[in-house]
């Protein structure tokens, strides 16, 4: 009596933020997405999964160009395939302006 059953084992999900800034935004049509993963993802799965979110647009055109700043650090010189993005964590894609 007074016992609670114990709780059934589930594959738990986090999420990561996408946020999207100018030409990016106005290709994926809202400022942020946010994307359910079971762990850790590479930023090329990343993309690949937001794409996915917004088929027909010129999102993938506008991503390729971008900044990336993962949880505020710059990683757009590296391999997307190598930079690790952990849940919880909040991806900004920042498209080059023109301007001082």
Do not use: N
Not at 6 to 18: D, F, K, L, W
Not at 42 to 51: E, N
Not at 75 to 88: I, L, R, T, W
């Amino acid at each position: 009596m007074g016992d609670t059953p114990p709780e059934s084992p589930r594959s738990e999900t986090h999420v990561i933020e996408a946020r999207y800034w100018a030409s990016a935004k106005q290709a994926a049509g809202t400022d942020a997405d946010r994307v359910e993963v079971e762990g850790p993802v590479t930023l090329a799965d990343l993309q690949q999964r937001l794409l996915g979110l917004h088929p027909g647009a010129r999102l993938g055109d506008v991503l390729a160009v971008c900044s990336v700043l993962v949880d505020e650090r710059p990683v757009s010189s590296d391999d997307p395939g190598e930079v690790v993005v952990s849940p919880g964590s909040v991806v900004q894609f920042l498209p080059p302006f023109a301007g001082g």
